[in-house]
């Protein structure tokens, strides 16, 4: 079973950055592109970033184009999220996700909130 493990949320000031990471078991990433995902309280869950296999190719939601900086290191197993000039709308949970054979694996989020 695919496993997929975040961790970095936290709470943090606007303007301020937080890195987050997803850590995935029983599954060689390389071969897969990558999602990142938000869920705000009350709001349905949307597309943040997208990173290619090889990472060549990311997309992202226009509302963190320009902040937030998708990555990935395949020798580790590992996705990354840099999230910089985080605002309040940020405030979130945030998942990694991944599609394979057309099942959708998600982690279990992690919390982001930005608020002074």
């Known amino acids: 079973q695919v496993q997929l493990v975040e961790s970095g949320g936290d709470l943090v000031q606007p303007g301020g950055s937080l890195r987050l990471s997803c850590a995935a078991s029983n599954l060689a990433i390389d071969n897969y592109a990558m999602m990142w995902h938000r869920q705000a309280p009350g709001k349905e869950r949307e597309l943040v970033a997208y990173?290619?296999?090889?990472?060549?190719?990311?997309n992202y939601a226009d509302a963190v184009k320009g902040r937030f900086t998708i990555s990935r290191d395949n020798a580790r197993n590992t996705v990354s999220l840099q999230m910089d000039l985080l605002k309040p709308v940020d405030t979130a949970v945030y998942y990694c996700?991944?599609?394979?054979?057309?099942?959708?694996?998600w982690g279990q989020g992690t919390q982001v909130t930005v608020s002074s």
């Open positions: 996700s991944v599609r394979r054979g057309g099942v959708h694996f």
């Open positions: 990173i290619s296999p090889t990472g060549t190719i990311t």
